[in-house]
């Protein structure tokens, strides 16, 4: 199998994977289009100025700022109250640090590669399968790339060709932006979760949950990109309802929006509420799909008595 299908995606992949499940046609819940039609459409900002929160009590403030992992080059959205939050913080705190190549490969190998000895192809129901091919075929990609992996790691790969066909960057992420102004001020970095810990959420489905994301993924893929699009511009414009709508629209499956979503965020609130025992200045960035909707980190974190107050800019 050639090394390009081998190399993961390294980042949290919630967001780009809701956005080859999201398409304007795809969202048929009736509050969804209720919301949708009370908008008028989104646009891409000049500036973008995306949704940040502020949770402070005597001695521990913490900023919280929701991220989109794969942008195109070029987008500026690190200034005002992100830059300034930014900046006043001790700490920067994202949802995992990246390790380096081989260790990710090892990593890979030990969660992603099947270890059946049954092909993905020949997993696939007859008709599921005649169509997993014909798209591959379609977006020019050998029908045999991905037969030695899990099917869920498919579904990142293949998720992601119509996103870096159309311009985006695995490295142009705001992470990566995070990580670098980080690193000119020497400032302290942490992860909430281990890479093994991202993988296994997805390697720790249920197979059955893993091919009909598979199969989704490949029923959306054509609308991958304006999907994608839609939810950057609505990042980008702090439209965190929208970007809540479209977040959850992708994600119908409950066995996948529990151990994508929900759990992380139960997790997530913990270490905020123990965090907060300590003094200190902490920029929190993690992905803006966990920050919108009813299941939203700050909706837990309300239910434990903290308040993040969003910051208007």
């Not at 081989?102 to 000895?117: E, Q, R, T, Y």
Request: with cysteine.
């Amino acid at each position: 199998m050639p090394r390009t299908w081998l190399t993961p995606v390294i980042l949290p992949v919630l967001l780009a994977l809701s956005a080859c499940q999201t398409t304007p046609q795809e969202t048929d819940l009736a509050s969804t289009a209720e919301g949708a039609a009370e908008r008028p459409p989104a646009v891409m900002p000049d500036d973008a100025d995306p949704a940040l929160w502020l949770i402070r009590d005597e001695d521990t403030t913490i900023y919280l700022f929701g991220t989109v992992h794969i942008l195109k080059p070029g987008m500026t959205w690190f200034d005002e109250a992100v830059k300034d939050g930014f900046e006043a913080s001790d700490e920067l705190v994202i949802e995992m640090i990246k390790p380096d190549q081989a260790v990710m490969v090892k990593i890979v190998n030990d969660l992603a590669i099947d270890k059946s000895g049954i092909s993905l192809r020949d997993k696939l129901a007859a008709e599921d399968r005649t169509h997993y091919e014909e798209t591959l075929t379609r977006w020019t990609v050998p029908v045999a790339a991905f037969d030695a992996l899990d099917p869920w790691f498919a579904s990142v790969n293949l998720s992601m060709i119509p996103l870096m066909r159309s311009g985006y960057a695995t490295d142009q992420g705001v992470e990566d932006a995070l990580l670098s102004h980080a690193a000119a001020r020497k400032m302290a970095v942490a992860g909430l979760e281990t890479p093994e810990q991202q993988l296994g959420f997805f390697d720790n489905l249920p197979e059955d949950v893993q091919i009909r994301f598979l199969n989704f993924t490949v029923d959306t893929i054509d609308g991958a990109a304006e999907g994608m699009e839609q939810m950057v511009i609505e990042w980008a414009n702090g439209n965190v309802d929208a970007l809540g709508e479209l977040m959850n629209a992708g994600l119908e499956d409950r066995v996948l929006y529990d151990t994508l979503l929900v759990n992380r965020n139960k997790s997530w609130a913990d270490w905020v509420e123990q965090r907060m025992q300590q003094p200190g200045t902490i920029f929190l960035a993690v992905g803006a799909g966990h920050l919108a909707g009813e299941s939203s980190l700050q909706a837990l974190l309300a239910k434990k008595g903290l308040v993040a107050k969003r910051i208007e800019y």
